[in-house]
Nanobody, 115 residues
Framework: QVQLVESGGGLVQSGGSLRLSCTLS????????MAWHRQAPGKQRESVAT???????DYADSAKGRFTISRDNDKNTVYLQMTGLMPEDTAVYYC?????????WGQGTQVTVSS
């Protein structure tokens, strides 16, 4: 069974940076397409950034130029480097692993940006 464990969330001031990490266990990490999503209070969950098994990346418009997704297959870990954080980035951030019809989620990590 695939398990995803996120870390790195916290409280940061506007303009600050955070790096989120998500480690996958229970399967061969390099085969999975990975993504970060977020859900703010009262809003639907939205995709933030994705990275395929071939390391191709894609970003939501809100993340372009500020966030960077990367993966380290040796460490079974996907990262989300976030810079220039704004209060509207406040949300629970979730790690997602997808492969064919299989789809797994982490428990989420809270990111709070104060103004």
């Amino acid at each position: 069974q695939v398990q995803l464990v996120e870390s790195g969330g916290g409280l940061v001031q506007s303009g600050g940076s955070l790096r989120l990490s998500c480690t996958l266990s229970g399967s061969t990490f390099r085969l999975w397409h990975m993504a970060w999503h977020r859900q703010a209070p009262g809003k639907q969950r939205e995709s933030v950034a994705t990275i395929t098994a071939l390391h191709s990346t894609d970003y939501a418009d809100s993340a372009k130029g500020r966030f960077t997704i990367s993966r380290d297959n040796d460490k079974n870990t996907v990262y989300l480097q976030m810079t220039g954080l704004m209060p509207e980035d406040t949300a629970v951030y979730y790690c997602n692993a997808r492969r064919y019809t299989e789809d797994f989620w982490g428990q989420g990590t809270q990111v709070t940006v104060s103004s």
